[in-house]
């Protein structure tokens, strides 16, 4: 989370000469006002980058659009925070759980964050004995947040000034 706030901070440095950096400014393409065309440059510049690279469609054949940034952000949070909830994810990015579960956490095996599953299953019970950890980066990995606990307090997933 540190690297989105490094970045924010860099952006807000950026447009400060200019102004725009006001609470209700975009994050993004600040200099306009009108959100139909800031994302329409927004989406341009996201198209030609996906273009120059060759990454225009994905591995399952599925056109990238610039919407699919916020499905990679929903997806990581989903495999990668410690012990977040539906809930929480959901609030964050102004989605409901239902939303979560039916278009990205279907996408999900049984066997991803299995490490988070086994570590709420062990917080229930007494407390242990030392195991044996069969890898050494699952015993240097944090511990978990509390359910509703976020690094930030603000959502990652929508791009507006707080």
Known sequence: MQRAVDVYERQCKLYEPDVLTKPDDYLFMPQYSNWDTALKRLQHQFNFLLDDLGMKT???GNERTIYSLRHTC???????????DMLTLARNARTSVEMIERFYASELTGEMNIDVIQSQRKSKNKPEAKAEVPHQEAADKPKAKKQG????????CHARHR
């Open 149 to 156: 606990e976020s690094s930030a307090g603000k959502s990652v």
């Open 58 to 60: 994905d591995a399952r």
């Open 74 to 84: 929903i997806m990581f949070r989903l495999l990668n925070a410690d012990g977040i």
